[in-house]
């Protein structure tokens, strides 16, 4: 893989700590601004409402922009909110916050996706994406859990601070690494690019990769109060609980990095029955601290796998739109990560404990495979069809 690829996982690094790092903060901002938990929780839910508006957005209206400029744009306005985030005493201020960030993530992650593909053989957008994708994963293992820390010694404004931080390095780095020009001639219209947009496989892969996060994020959001809750393990293993998952999705994108380009069905179907049934597990084991701690990891690797393929399968599904693809992947998958932590809250708000959002992510799994089954059916009698009709013509005459 290209050393600037690797740089600019190096930013994806900083916005995934953003983006997660509530998981271990939840309580403590719920605390001190006065609001429930669940409102805490849309907290993560307003980030990936801003990312499922900005980045197709912000893809079209890049589309022409230098990378590098568009890139260090995104990352001095992601810097500069989380220093008003650091320092508002005002819950409302700092949802806007996240939301604003939030556009400057999906923007820059839009941007990097399609700088990414354009560095490797067109072949090989599987490991492109992933490698890309690792700077989350790692977010999820060091900087989520380096957040919580932080949060339990000197409260939850210092992971804010920690972020604006990390995003120094990286402007540093986009700036030495990242071409200063735009992908090589000029882009397709505008509107021919929205009408690739339109192919049904494109769309089914979209609402799957939208289910798929959703359910990876609804557990996620709350992963803390379920550890100290229900598993029963003290407020000091939640970093390393967090750590758990991370490593777990490292695990996955970095195996499905390697075989998703060759044979992405099987990783989708096998891994989308695993996914469902691992969240069942997890669900109904959680009050056993061995049987929790290995399904988190092992959860880590299978939700990461699946949604990291299905990223690479949206952009072999849109060739026409190349521009576009990366934004349309991202806000899907930020659909789910919205969609998720609200279900997970309304379950909670419902009464049903904190348990029940591992119930939704196995129904959100569930359902995703319902609609892949039910396309591939379509399909396959489409298939028939055509098949039939073709012998037809061939054996009678038209």
């Excluded at 901002?29 to 938990?37: E, Y």
């Excluded at 989308?272 to 061995?290: D, E, K, Q, S």
């Excluded at 299978?302 to 690479?312: D, N, Q, R, Y």
């Amino acid at each position: 893989m290209p050393f600037a690829l690797l740089l600019l996982g190096l930013a994806v690094f900083a916005q995934g700590t953003s983006e997660f790092m509530l998981s271990g903060l939840v309580p403590d901002i719920a605390r001190d601004l006065g609001v429930s938990v669940p409102a805490a929780g849309a907290l993560t839910s307003a980030f990936a409402a801003g990312m499922v508006v900005g980045a197709p957005l912000v893809a079209g209206l890049a589309r022409r922009w230098s990378r590098r400029g568009a890139l260090l744009a995104f990352l001095v306005v992601f810097l500069a909110v989380h220093v008003v985030g650091a320092l508002t005493g005002s819950f409302e201020v700092l949802l806007a916050t996240r939301m604003v960030g939030a556009l400057a993530g999906a923007g820059f992650l839009a941007v990097a996706l399609v700088a990414a593909v354009d560095m490797v053989p067109a072949d090989a957008k599987g490991r492109a994406t992933s490698t890309l994708l690792g700077g989350v994963t790692l977010a999820c293992v060091a900087g989520v859990p380096a957040g919580a820390v932080l949060g339990g010694l000197w409260g939850w404004r210092a992971a804010f601070w920690a972020v604006a931080l990390m995003s120094l390095p990286a402007l540093v780095a986009v700036a030495w690494s990242v071409p200063g020009g735009t992908a090589e001639g000029a882009p397709p219209a505008l509107r021919g690019e929205l009408r690739s947009l339109r192919s049904p496989r494109l769309v089914v892969t979209l609402l799957l990769g939208a289910l798929v996060n959703g359910a990876t994020f609804c557990t996620f959001t709350y992963l803390a109060p379920l550890v100290t809750e229900v598993t029963g393990l003290g407020s000091a293993w939640v970093p390393g609980v967090l750590a758990l998952f991370g490593a777990g999705s490292f695990v996955g994108v970095s195996v499905a990095g390697r075989i998703a380009d060759r044979s992405p069905v099987p990783v989708l179907a096998g891994g989308g029955v695993a996914v469902c049934v691992g969240w069942c597990l997890l669900a109904i084991g959680a009050g056993h601290p061995v049987l929790a701690l290995l399904l988190v990891f092992t959860q880590g690797a299978l939700s990461f796998g699946v949604g990291s393929t299905l990223i690479a399968q949206v952009l072999y599904a849109a060739p026409g739109a190349p521009t576009l693809a990366g934004g349309f992947a991202t806000a899907a998958f930020n659909v789910g990560a919205a969609l998720g932590p609200w279900a997970g809250g309304a379950a909670i708000g419902a009464g049903f404990g904190y348990r029940s959002p591992v119930w939704v992510s196995a129904g959100l799994v569930a359902l995703a495979g319902v609609v892949a089954g039910t396309v591939w059916r379509q399909r396959e009698r489409l298939v028939g069809q055509e098949a039939r009709g073709s012998y037809a013509k061939t054996r009678y005459g038209s």
